[in-house]
């Protein structure tokens, strides 16, 4: 086909139950969230003709392209970063159709993780290696010094930001605390009817003292979720009304790491957060004030602080204090994380809150922004993010 | 360690080539970096070229072991593999201006602030190999 510049669009999202067992193989949780995105959309499966995931996903290109009957599969790529990068998979993406390149782009993240390995457990001996793409040191330089798990070493990278505010760990559980009030009105959810308090917060046990506690990380999950991005006039003709993706981007600054990000020059900011909403702001010409909705990367409670002041939604320091007096609320300037983020819905890998943006958009959350139209909606995994539109 | 007859249970280090001369000093109780043999500059991790002036001229020197500590942690769950009692794994930025994940040891929990100055000191793993820890020192 003639190359030209090709506006992009989300036309299909789909997902998997989210669980603690999912009691079958991470290939076939792949094949069923891609299938439920390929019917969201009105696509036929055999019309993929590119395929993304993580570059840590555990099912192959090509057997998930057999298991879907692709017929002429046109461009595959992973990314690296684990779910820092998860909204990278939407830049990939609406690259290859704004050059031209594909029509039907797959985007899968599936997994067991908490049946089948456990992300927060002590690792096994054959994962206590480097392995290039996941963008992490972490396990060469911290496993010897007790430092083991992504709660460790999150809570070391959010140590400094926290003593320099004065950010408690009480504070953080305003988070906490909001995100499984959406999770409790989410039927999808894993936490669904489940809310807490916040002297729940404050009871759950230390993870890791003095910063994080249980109820500060997300959870472990079985699960999988798929994205169907096509050109925008393509995605007119399909069942659902379209979602623009009006700009991705990715930034990983010198000397940052993915999650043992201890050697860049100021540890109380997210440089890479910083990183990418420079180039999401220039890309799109919107400012945060745009934003009626924010989905924000919650692996550990802090880092949802740290990326609100790093794309602007509030100036260093002041993101507690944003928070505690109902920021991320419906009610709130940016209602965030309103399937209940990766503690209150589930843990795929930052994937599961990328379609509750898309979600928004189309007004059809659980918990739906009301107050305003959804325009657009932020989406953020920390060294990538995106941004979506209304047609 | 307080109790040497019994047989140190922390990991080893994963030693990988570019970083093997750092763990063979640490079993000889030597602390040492990588500086760049043209430009002097001294990085962590350490890595083949140096991203100031791309040299591959590699100098690994003896660093000061003073440090002081940036941010640290309590791992309390899941206590990490290999330790009895939860460890305090620290930040420590170096005099040299790099900074590196360790242990603080002999130090109570309440102690660790931000700013405190600590020292070098090695402690056993498995397999007969050590690993620099630091303790607190006086300023």
């Not at chain 2, 007859?5 to 079993?27: H, S």
């Amino acid at each position: 086909m003639a190359r030209q510049f090709t506006e992009a669009a989300i036309a299909g999202i789909g997902h998997t139950e989210f669980s603690k067992a999912s009691g079958r193989s991470e290939l076939q949780l792949a094949a069923e969230c891609a299938k439920a995105a390929c019917d969201d959309a009105g696509v036929s499966p055999h019309d993929i003709d590119g395929m993304i995931t993580f570059t840590i996903d555990n099912s192959d290109e090509v057997n998930l392209a057999r298991c879907l009957g692709v017929k002429d599969l046109a461009y595959t790529t992973r990314i690296p970063g684990g779910g820092a990068a998860a909204a990278a998979t939407l830049y990939q993406a609406m690259a290859m159709v704004n050059a031209g390149l594909c029509n039907n782009v797959l985007i899968w993240r599936a997994m067991n993780e908490r049946s089948q390995y456990r992300f927060g457990q002590n690792p096994q001996q054959q994962q206590m290696q480097y392995q290039s793409g996941n963008g992490t040191g972490s396990l060469l330089w911290c496993v010897p010094y007790g430092a083991m798990t992504p709660a460790s070493w999150g809570a070391l990278q959010a140590a400094a930001y926290m003593h320099q505010y004065g950010v408690t760990n009480r504070d953080l559980g305003y988070i906490s605390v909001q995100q499984r009030a959406y999770a409790a009105n989410n039927p999808h959810a894993w936490f669904y009817g489940k809310p807490i308090t916040l002297e729940d917060h404050q009871n759950s046990k230390w993870i890791q003292e003095p910063w994080l506690r249980l109820l500060d990380c997300c959870q472990e999950s079985d699960g999988g979720v798929a994205i169907l991005v096509t050109s925008l006039a393509r995605a007119r003709d399909l069942k659902q009304k379209p979602v623009r993706l009006v700009g991705a981007a990715q930034s990983i600054p010198y000397n940052v790491e993915v999650i043992s990000n201890y050697y860049h020059a100021d540890l109380t900011v997210m440089p890479e957060a910083r990183g990418v909403a420079k180039r999401l702001w220039a890309q799109t010409g919107l400012s945060p004030a745009d934003m009626q909705a924010a989905m924000i990367y919650d692996a550990f409670s802090p880092h949802v602080l740290l990326q609100l002041e790093a794309f602007g939604f509030c100036k260093p320091g002041e993101a507690k204090d944003f928070v505690k007096s109902g920021g991320m609320s419906l009610d709130g300037a940016l209602p965030t994380n309103t399937n209940g983020g990766l503690s209150g819905e589930a843990y795929i890998h930052g994937m599961n809150s990328m379609i509750e943006g898309v979600r928004q958009i189309r007004g059809t959350s659980h918990n739906q922004v009301k107050r305003r139209k959804v325009e657009h909606v932020l989406l953020s995994s920390g060294m990538a993010g995106a941004v979506l539109a209304a047609d | 360690m307080s109790e040497p007859e019994t047989k140190p249970t922390r990991i080893p280090p994963i030693v990988t080539l570019d970083a093997k001369f750092f763990w063979d000093g640490a079993d000889r109780e030597e602390f040492l970096g990588e500086r760049c043999g043209d430009c002097g500059h001294y990085t962590f991790p350490p890595r083949p070229m140096c991203p100031q002036c791309f040299s591959l001229k590699r100098e690994h020197v003896p660093l000061s072991g003073r440090g002081t500590v940036v941010g640290w942690t309590i791992p309390r769950h899941p206590m990490p593999f290999g330790f009895k009692e939860s460890p305090v794994v620290a930040v420590i930025e170096l005099e040299e201006g790099i900074r590196m994940v360790s242990n603080v040891v002999e130090v109570a929990y309440e102690q660790m602030k931000p700013g405190l100055p600590v020292q070098v000191a090695f402690a056993p793993t498995m397999n007969n190999h050590k690993v620099p820890v630091f303790k607190p020192r006086s300023a």
